[in-house]
């Protein structure tokens, strides 16, 4: 079963690739580095700017969202 689905899934990837057949490698690889340097440097920087503008409300918008999912998880217990 792990082979039809390997075949399956790398037939999908070449025919969703054709478009840049000769530089596939060079593009996987770029779009790779751009995905971790997004994840690891951007996405922190933003968030830690937008904690900065607006710190106090989301502070305040993180706990009541934790203090609702805790309520949420004891009145479920409660019922089951």
């Given at each position: 079963?792990?082979g039809n689905w390997y075949h399956i899934v790398k037939v999908e ?23 971790v340097i997004w994840a690891l440097i951007i996405v922190p920087t ?35």
């Open positions: 079963m792990l990837y070449l025919v969703m690739t054709a478009r840049f057949r000769s530089q596939r490698k060079a593009v996987m690889m770029s779009l790779f580095t751009l995905s933003i968030a830690s700017i937008l904690l900065q503008w607006f710190g106090a409300q989301m502070e305040f918008l993180l706990v009541l969202g934790f203090s609702e999912s805790t309520m949420d998880s004891e009145e479920f217990s409660q019922w089951h």
